[in-house]
């Protein structure tokens, strides 16, 4: 039996003041949960909706780890609240 393929939204971290170099992480817990409950963690850079398609066809899960900033439109608020 193959381990299930768990995709993990990373996060877009920049590491320099100008923000011109930016890490796609996520907290190495996600990953050692995962594998503990016996599957196989995939991290998912954000980004590029041209590879939407292809990340969901290569996994079997997905946890949304959030962490980026989401506009409160999809929150059904105000920008203000």
Known sequence: ?????????????????????IHSSVSSKFAESIKIAGGLPM????GDKSLVKD??????????????????????RKADD
């Open 55 to 76: 990340y969901v066809e290569s996994i079997d899960k997905l946890i949304l780890s959030g962490g980026q900033h989401v506009h409160p439109h999809f929150l059904r």
């Open 1 to 21: 039996m193959s381990r299930p393929i768990v995709g993990v939204t990373a996060n877009l971290c920049p590491v320099d003041k100008e923000g011109k170099n």
């Open 43 to 46: 991290i998912i850079p954000v």
